[in-house]
């Protein structure tokens, strides 16, 4: 809806035109910065998965060679008495605006006596593929924080550069073309008024 052509509605358009802009200079920045966060990340998961791909494979080598060193029977035994790993916990922190989840572990000191009762013979077959899996579960953790951090980043910058097209193509044009018709009807206005107040001149010096 076009505003009254008066001098205040173009003084308040003005000030949110200047507002418009700003916001679309913040946002500009803001894009910019999370594609520069996006860059710096983007090999990063990449990495990460395939390091913990080479972990899950050693440590399947390492399952095999003690199921064929103890049994099944006695590895799976040992796997259902072994103590379960620390819960996940997430956190959220605040990067330039977008939240970004912080996964870890919870951790909690073993006590002496809640240590799993392994056969001397077995120890060093199950101490490895347990060290093994707790680095993978390390790996995994990593790995899903940084491609999901990387996914919210994406979005965001999506959703930024929707809002800086929005301000480009509807918002600020609009607020130009009101601007332009609002001082273009002032002008005509006030040529209007003095065109009158010559006339009245020119009658009054007639009398």
Same mark, same amino acid.
């Given at each position: !809806? +076009? ?10 358009? &003005? ?15 803001? &894009? ?9 990340? #983007?090999?990063?998961? &990449? ?30 035994? @040992?796997?259902?008495? @072994? ?12 990067? !330039? ?18 240590? +799993? ?16 899996? +707790? ?15 990387l996914r919210v980043v994406v979005?965001?910058?999506? %959703?930024? %550069? ?21 001082? !273009? ?9 003095? #065109?009158?107040? =010559?006339?009245? =001149? %020119? ?5």
């Amino acid at each position: !809806m +076009t505003l009254n052509p008066t001098r205040a509605n173009l003084l308040l358009l &003005r000030k949110k035109l200047e507002t418009a802009n700003k916001g679309r200079g913040i946002l500009d920045r803001k &894009r910019k910065a999370l594609v520069n966060e996006f860059l710096a990340l #983007i090999s990063e998961p &990449r990495r990460r998965r395939r390091e913990l791909v080479q972990i899950l494979q050693k440590g399947y080598k390492a399952t095999i060679l003690a199921n064929a060193y103890i049994g099944n029977f006695e590895l799976s035994q @040992m796997a259902y008495f @072994m103590k379960e790993s620390n819960p996940v916990q997430i956190e959220i922190k605040n990067v !330039m605006g977008v939240k970004v989840p912080e996964i870890s572990q919870v951790r909690k000191e073993q006590q002496a006596n809640e240590k +799993t009762p392994i056969p001397f013979g077995a120890s060093l077959a199950v101490d490895e593929i347990n060290g093994i899996y +707790t680095e993978a579960l390390q790996a995994l953790i990593d790995t899903a924080e940084l491609e999901h951090g990387l996914r919210v980043v994406v979005l965001e910058i999506e %959703k930024t %550069k929707r809002q800086i097209n929005t301000l480009d193509n509807v918002v600020i044009p609009k607020m130009k073309n009101e601007e332009r018709y609002i001082q !273009m009807r002032i002008d005509e206005m006030e040529r209007d008024s003095f #065109i009158a107040l =010559k006339h009245v =001149k %020119k009658r009054l010096q007639a009398e």
